[in-house]
């Protein structure tokens, strides 16, 4: 061996110092890689709220929105639902004043409806429900 292919001390220290450099930017790449990984991960575990993947959430409808918030008291047949039941289950077979009486005698003074407040709620009702009265 000739001595010029003999790689002097200085030469070593240089070159190993090199490859030192270099296995620390791995390591620090590598460390890197392992931070992401592992965010990448609890992101999947935790779910991750993509926009094309979210569901579609529907705006409420204006008219939706004002029926459900109108100024005032609500009505008594409205409110009550114990009074709602007991008006609407007679409104097969009675009129609006029997269904008016037959309150009076069976609901204190401040649960009890007149014959008007009756039959706005059945216009009301078999209005939504049926679009006339079905009987």
Not at 79 to 107: C, G, H, K, W, Y
Request: hydrophobic share 35%; net charge positive.
């Amino acid at each position: 061996m000739a001595e010029q292919d003999i790689p002097s001390n200085a030469d070593r220290r240089e070159t190993a110092q090199g490859i030192l450099a270099m296995c620390r930017d791995v390591r620090a790449d590598v460390a890197r890689i392992e931070r992401e990984a592992e965010a990448l991960l609890a992101s999947l575990e935790t779910g991750h709220e993509d926009p094309v993947k979210a569901p579609v959430q529907r705006p409420v409808q204006p008219s939706q929105h004002l029926r459900e918030h109108r100024p005032g008291r609500p009505k008594k047949l409205a409110a009550d639902p114990d009074l709602r039941a007991f008006v609407e289950a007679r409104f097969n077979r009675m009129t609006f004043d029997q269904i008016a009486d037959d309150v009076a005698q069976n609901s204190p003074p401040e649960r009890q409806v007149k014959r008007s407040a009756i039959h706005d709620w059945f216009r009301r009702i078999y209005k939504r429900k049926y679009q006339a009265y079905p009987g």
